[in-house]
Nanobody, 122 residues
C-alpha cells in the first residue's frame, strides 16, 4: 500500500523558513520521482518542486530560488526546505509520486498524502 505522510508545517513569520518532511512506504522510493504541490483555500493545485529518481530537481512559479528539495532513498524520506517565506505561500502542502519530473510544473500526481498546513503570517 503506497503511503506518503507529510509533516513539518506550522505558523511562521514572513521571511522565515520551514523544512517539510515526507515519509514514504509501500514502494521502492529510489525508482520514483516525488513532487510537492500546494493548495490554498479556494484555489487549485500549484506545483512547488519535484525531484527525479536521479536527483534532478525542478521548481516553478513564485517559489523558484526559495526552495530546495532533497531525498534519502535509504530512509524513504523526502525533504522540502522553504526559505524567505511570504504570506502568499500559505497553503496545505502535499508530497506525491510524480510520473514525469522532467521540468518545471505542471506535473501529474499519482498518490499523495494528507498534507501539512503552512501558514505565513506576522
Amino acid at each position: 500500500q503506497v503511503q506518503l505522510v507529510e509533516s513539518g508545517g506550522g505558523l511562521v513569520q514572513p521571511g522565515g523558513s520551514l523544512r517539510l518532511s515526507c515519509a514514504t512506504s509501500g514502494f521502492i522510493l529510489e525508482y520514483y520521482a516525488i513532487g510537492w504541490f500546494r493548495q490554498a483555500p479556494g484555489k487549485g493545485r500549484e506545483g512547488v518542486s519535484c525531484i527525479s529518481s536521479d536527483g534532478s530537481t525542478y521548481s516553478g512559479g513564485s517559489v523558484t530560488g526559495r526552495v530546495t528539495l532533497s531525498r534519502d532513498n535509504a530512509k524513504n524520506m523526502i525533504w522540502l526546505q522553504m526559505n524567505n517565506l511570504r504570506p502568499e505561500d500559505t497553503a496545505v502542502y502535499y508530497c506525491a509520486t510524480v510520473p514525469a519530473c522532467w521540468g518545471p510544473p505542471p506535473w501529474e500526481y499519482d498518490f499523495w498524502g494528507q498534507g501539512t498546513q503552512v501558514t505565513v503570517s506576522s
